[in-house]
């Protein structure tokens, strides 16, 4: 009688740490779920951002006049252009920054 109790008070011991385990797993899912937009709030503040831009109709004709202006071709690639010279910088960036940093400083 004393084993049975004794297992049982075991078991209930492993099922109460299992069930606070289990509830902490399911709090950081749950807020992890709640911290995560989802594809309908991304799609609305998509919606917002180029809403203000209909705002602004100066900028919407000066944007398209200088797209008439300047030829497809050479836009893309100046876009193209723009892409690896960001890419390098951000591959490039980190150890560039300091080195200039040091570079400029002036002796004290």
């Given at each position: ?65 200088f797209l ?41």
């Open positions: 009688m004393a084993k049975a109790t004794k297992n049982l008070t075991q078991r209930k011991a492993e099922l109460l740490i299992q069930s606070t385990l289990l509830r902490e797993k399911l709090a950081v899912e749950t807020l992890s779920m709640m911290q995560m937009p989802d594809v309908v709030s991304k799609g609305l503040n998509l919606w917002n951002n180029l809403s203000r831009f209909g705002k602004r109709p100066i900028l919407i004709g000066a944007l398209g006049l008439l202006a300047v030829k497809p071709r050479r836009l893309l690639s100046w876009l193209l252009s723009a892409t690896v010279l960001f890419k390098t910088w951000r591959r490039f960036g980190p150890f560039i920054v300091p080195l200039v940093r040091y570079l400029t400083k002036r002796p004290q």
